[in-house]
């Protein structure tokens, strides 16, 4: 299988199987082909695969309740200490629509909205009155100009604060557009 919009030879032997649905991206000229890869797909080939993008009707989803928006304010009232890390968090505070993930990057549950705690380039910490316990999950992110991006995010950790809670991770893949 070659890409048509460049020629680059695309590998096809892993197509066809129940894993995961995707978009392929050619490396070299960002065309997408959608296709489903095989559980023993390697890792490399894998690297060029982009979960579908997620259609929902923002207007149906609710707003954050005054709870949950005060709650991630007290959080991130002290900042962040300086840490050592390799992507530096900023502390962002703003409404996330999040929708939870299956291993296959499937949706298990409606979206809902989080609010952001801090972000980096390489993760994100979330801040929602649900207990998600999805492997992943799906953030559409604001950015300039009224656009937006979806990210799948593998979930590291949790934790509980009260009738809330914090979840963190790191970005695993863009979402396809």
Not at 120 to 148: E, H
């Amino acid at each position: 299988m070659s890409c048509v919009s460049c020629g680059k030879s695309l590998p096809r032997n892993h197509l066809g199987a129940v894993e995961l649905t995707g978009d392929l991206v050619c490396p070299d000229c960002q065309s997408a082909y959608q296709i489903t890869l095989r559980e023993e797909c390697p890792p490399e080939f894998r690297a060029n695969v982009q979960p579908t993008a997620f259609r929902f009707d923002e207007s149906s989803i609710p707003p954050p309740s005054d709870d949950l928006v005060e709650q991630t304010r007290q959080l991130n009232a002290g900042g962040l200490q300086n840490e050592n890390r390799l992507h530096p968090r900023k502390v962002v505070n703003v409404p996330i629509i999040t929708l939870p993930l299956n291993e296959q990057m499937q949706p298990v549950e409606q979206p809902f909205v989080t609010i952001s705690c801090n972000i980096s380039k390489s993760g994100i910490c979330l801040m929602t009155d649900r207990k998600i316990s999805a492997p992943f999950v799906a953030v559409q992110l604001p950015r300039a100009g009224n656009q937006k991006i979806q990210m799948a995010m593998e979930i590291l950790r949790r934790r509980d604060i009260g009738n809330f809670q914090e979840i963190g991770g790191k970005f695993v893949a863009r979402v396809a557009r």
